[in-house]
């Protein structure tokens, strides 16, 4: 008896997806003009290939604003995970609070301006303010840059600050490539 055939159904499944998800951030850096060639780690920062580019200016760094405001919004689980993982290891009898503010990372970034002032880093933070150098930056490394500096100063366990070299090991476990 042959067997009953799948009735095929015309269906335009790809274009349905695609409207129903929010696109990710990886597809607003492909939609983004000098972003698209980004390439991405293994985690949520980019893979930093290059290091240098040209000069960066505030319209690049209006356009990285808008791919790192997106990954912070889309990975706040992996985020807080990072931050919780970190602490259990180091308080592990303790059992630690971890308070993360990823409102504020998100304002941090929202509010990153150019620093023409000092060109020694690429970068810094203040907690408020996510300060960009006006060096020579591929667009991987400002977007690694804004990201980096946006999750600095938002955590607390037990109630007291991280301090910096502990922040670079939750960074380095979300993907951050870091020489030291
Ligand atoms: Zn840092």
């Not at 933070?125 to 980096?148: C, F, P, Q, R, W």
């Amino acid at each position: 008896m042959p067997r009953p055939r799948k009735k095929r159904i015309k269906t335009n499944r790809l274009k349905s997806k695609q409207n129903n998800k929010k696109s990710s951030y990886k597809q607003i850096a492909n939609i983004t003009k000098g972003f698209s060639k980004l390439h991405w780690g293994k985690c949520l920062f980019p893979d930093y290939r290059e290091l240098s580019g040209p000069k960066v200016s505030r319209k690049r760094i209006n356009r990285a604003k808008i791919i790192v405001k997106y990954i912070l919004e889309q990975e706040s689980n992996r985020i807080i995970k990072a931050f919780e993982n970190f602490a259990k290891k180091k308080y592990y009898n303790q059992n630690p609070t971890i308070i993360v503010d990823l409102k504020s990372a998100v304002s941090m970034v929202e509010n990153t301006t150019l620093y023409t002032d000092d060109e020694c880093l690429y970068g810094y933070s203040d907690g408020y303010s996510v300060y960009v150098s006006a060096i020579k930056m591929s667009n991987e490394a400002l977007v690694g840059t804004i990201l980096h500096e946006s999750l600095h100063n938002i955590g607390t366990i037990n109630g007291k600050d991280i301090c910096e070299k502990d922040e670079h090991t939750i960074m380095k476990s979300l993907g951050e490539q870091l020489d030291y």
